[in-house]
């Protein structure tokens, strides 16, 4: 595999640039909310200074992205937030000083003109499929800072208090970094860890697959009949005991759009293989709660989470999960068909990941069922044309009612290659509208690699992360007709998949064997070792049961453990003890759905009650098996 040349990356740098500028006119809003409320939290985290107030921010100019050649082998990726020009801040404020008679709390005015916070990383691209982290370093330049106040001693005063709001601006512009950047010393430790660093034992006898078929088409109706009860699948709250049994109540309804996306995906894998017209069937319940979750917000293809009839009695259930997540905010009632459901908004590029993978398999795999693949068409552009139409800043599905205004849910900012993915369907569905705004965003596959990349720097914390990755890269490259491209849109998914190719994962290598299988050049691993560990890992999957279930692995003194911090929050600085190797599959932690878990995690993603039983929905059971058949292995 060959590494971007200097060309391509400025190319791909410029049109990222070009999206950057389309997608700040609505992520502003945005981010100034959350720099205004990481000021107050700063003032109350700052015993010197308090009661910031007429706090203005000045955030019209987009970040920009640059590329730097440091030597034949380096390159210095460059984010300025902003690109150019600079941000501001002002805001009136109490600071106190004691210092000789200063002492007490003096009123001030702070401006600061011309802030810009430059992060740069550097890249040993020498291995072209394993880029090596180099070095970091971010650079806060808070240009002019004007200090005032009525105090008779303001000029004494104004210099006083200058170092302590140069420190509070520049802890306040390090928290608008959408992740604080890694240190070398940070991915160092990590990589000492050699996590997953060869193949798993999968050799010798082969799998029993036998009776796989029925065990698949049993979930499936499971999921149609249990854990779909208003059209998107739920996880369930079944009896002590009675595992097969009536749902007691549901749960986990925040996830609700993206696993239905999932299970319609394995409805159009197992309509490819066998024509089953039961697969129809439940493909047509699934698309139809999904078409229900674009249409239930105020704008058509701003997707919702979940959907609940009010006059259910899982209505309550509902409410409560949020409250009990403090997660009210993100609850409200749309009506759809008159009739009104309860939901949840704060979208996430999980849930549209799920459900444009979804609808957009079913759009083409469904060839023999025109209405059903027409359907799916119509509901996967509707997402695909808002995402176009709001330059990838999907807003939250109500209104502040403090404000009136209506703010982003999330951003694609860092995420070109999903963007690229997106646009892939879009072009594919509907070639007359998107084939130009395609190849006006296709460049971004020069620098698309660096974003998937920095993700993979950490394998373990917010695996969910590589499922969004993947799901997109599916459609990016299985849709994709040009050998050409599809080898230059395969360089970032190559990357990730070099840091993920040990993880027992059924789920990713079938989508690395479906869309570089006919590139062998380009996988990660020898196609043969791939396929046989995919087998077992489907056949153990079938041994679980449908409960989530928290073995106690922290104790088990056959799996070897290591101390482990992530890099991609705040709990960075927190220590957490994971396998060294990838847990066996029959002994993972119960969960909604594996693939997108760590393998190397010792607990249960949520702490599970014991006094009824979680049933998860098996979702993760009948995608990677349908696609297993489906490549013919």
């Given amino acids: 595999m060959e590494f971007p040349s200097d060309l391509e990356m400025q ?37 010197a200074l308090k009661e910031i107030t007429r706090l203005e921010l000045g ?64 890249v040993d691209h020498s291995q072209p499929a394993s880029p090596v982290f180099h070095d970091s370093n971010v650079d806060v330049k808070l240009g002019d800072l004007s200090v005032k106040s009525s105090n008779f001693f303001l000029g004494a005063l104004g210099k006083l208090v200058s170092p302590l709001i140069e420190e509070v601006a520049e802890r306040l512009a ?38 796989n078929q029925a065990k698949a088409e049993k979930v499936s109706e499971q999921i149609a009949h249990i854990h779909s009860p208003f059209g998107t699948v739920l996880d369930a709250n079944m009896a002590k ?89 993100r609850f409200f009632i749309g009506s759809l068909d008159g009739r009104q459901y309860g939901s949840l908004g704060h979208i996430t590029r999980d849930q549209y990941a799920g459900a444009l993978m979804g609808t957009g398999l079913a759009a083409v795999l469904f060839d023999g069922e025109p209405e059903l693949a027409a359907r799916a068409r119509k509901t996967a552009l509707l997402m695909a044309d808002y995402l176009v139409a709001r330059h990838f800043c999907p807003t939250e599905a109500t209104r502040d009612p403090a404000t009136g205004t209506r703010l982003t849910s999330v951003t694609y900012i860092a995420n070109p290659a999903q963007v690229l993915g997106v646009l892939q369907l879009a072009r594919t569905l509907d070639p007359e509208r998107y084939q130009d705004c395609f190849d006006e965003h296709f460049p971004m596959w ?52 070099d840091v993920l190719k040990y993880h027992n994962n059924a789920y990713f290598n079938l989508i690395e064997l479906m869309t570089l299988g006919d590139m062998p050049e380009l996988l990660s691993r020898p196609k043969a070792e791939m396929v046989t560990e995919t087998l077992h890992l489907i056949d153990q999957m079938f041994s679980r049961g449908p409960l989530m279930e928290a073995p106690p692995l922290a104790d088990d003194e056959t ?75």
């Avoid at 010393?185 to 009776?211: H, M, V, W, Y």
């Avoid at 695996?463 to 849109?489: C, G, I, M, S, W």
């Fill in 446 to 497: 020069s620098v698309s690699w660096f974003f998937g990349w920095l993700q993979a720097l950490d394998p373990h914390d917010s695996y969910f992360k590589f499922n969004l990755e993947h799901a997109t890269a599916l459609l990016a490259l299985k849709l994709e007709q040009d050998p050409q491209r599809k080898v230059r849109l395969a360089h970032a998914f190559r990357i990730q998949r």
């Fill in 559 to 633: 799996i070897k453990k290591v101390p482990y911090r992530n890099l991609s929050s705040e709990s960075s600085k927190q220590e957490e003890v994971i396998a060294h190797m990838p847990i066996p599959v029959p002994q993972r932690p119960g969960t909604d759905f594996l693939w997108q878990r760590s393998p190397f995690g010792l607990e249960s993603t949520w702490p599970l009650p014991e006094q009824t039983d979680w049933r998860s929905s098996g979702v993760d059971r009948v995608l990677p098996y349908w696609m297993a058949r489906y490549l013919g292995i």
């Fill in 174 to 211: 390090r928290k608008s970094l959408p992740d604080s950047i890694p240190t070398k010393n940070e991915i160092q430790r990590i990589a000492d860890l050699a996590l997953a660093g060869t193949p798993g034992a999968f050799t010798g006898c082969a799998p029993s697959t036998k009776d």
């Fill in 59 to 122: 955030f019209s100019s987009p970040p920009e992205l640059e590329v730097e050649r440091m030597s034949p082998d380096k390159v210095c990726f460059r984010v300025s937030l902003p690109g150019q020009n600079g941000w501001g801040v002002s805001f009136r404020a109490r600071v106190r000083k004691d210092f000789l008679f200063f002492r007490g709390w003096h009123t001030i005015r702070v401006a600061i003109k011309n802030l810009r916070v430059v992060a740069c990383l550097e």
């Fill in 241 to 329: 005991g009675d595992a097969d049994g009536t749902p007691q109540s549901y749960w986990h309804f925040g996830d609700s759009a993206i696993w239905t996306g999932h299970a319609l995906a394995a409805e159009a894998f197992r309509y490819a293989v066998t024509k089953s017209e039961r697969a129809t069937q439940i493909a047509s319940k699934l698309l139809t709660g999904l078409e229900s979750l674009v249409q239930l917000t105020d704008r058509p293809g701003l997707l919702s989470r979940c959907l609940i009839p009010h006059e259910s009695e899982h209505f309550k259930t509902l409410e409560a999960e949020t409250d009990l997540k403090k997660r009210r905010d």
């Fill in 11 to 47: 190319e791909g740098a410029r049109a990222y640039n070009a999206y950057l500028a389309r997608l700040w006119e609505f992520k502003q809003a945005e981010l100034e909310q959350r720099a205004a409320a990481a000021a107050i939290q700063l003032a109350e985290d700052t015993k």
